[in-house]
């Protein structure tokens, strides 16, 4: 739940940057800017939800 939460907080972050980059350069370059991040945070969190799932195999199978 509380990588979730930070999820969503990060992504109110991108919405703001972009709002602000939108209106101080352009809406092409808020646009580029969104995509970038909005990719890497969902394969950030993809990583580690397979990194979390990989050590928790490994600790199961130390236990037995």
Do not use: D, H, P
């Not at 939108?22 to 939800?49: H, N």
Request: proline share 0%; aromatic share 10%.
């Amino acid at each position: 739940m509380k990588k979730a939460f930070i999820a969503v907080a990060v992504m109110l972050g991108i919405i703001a940057v972009r709002m602000i980059l939108s209106a101080a350069l352009s809406e092409q370059v808020a646009e580029v800017f969104t995509r970038v991040s909005v990719g890497a945070l969902f394969f950030y969190f993809v990583l580690s939800i397979s990194k979390n799932r990989r050590s928790t195999q490994k600790a199961e199978n130390y236990m037995q």
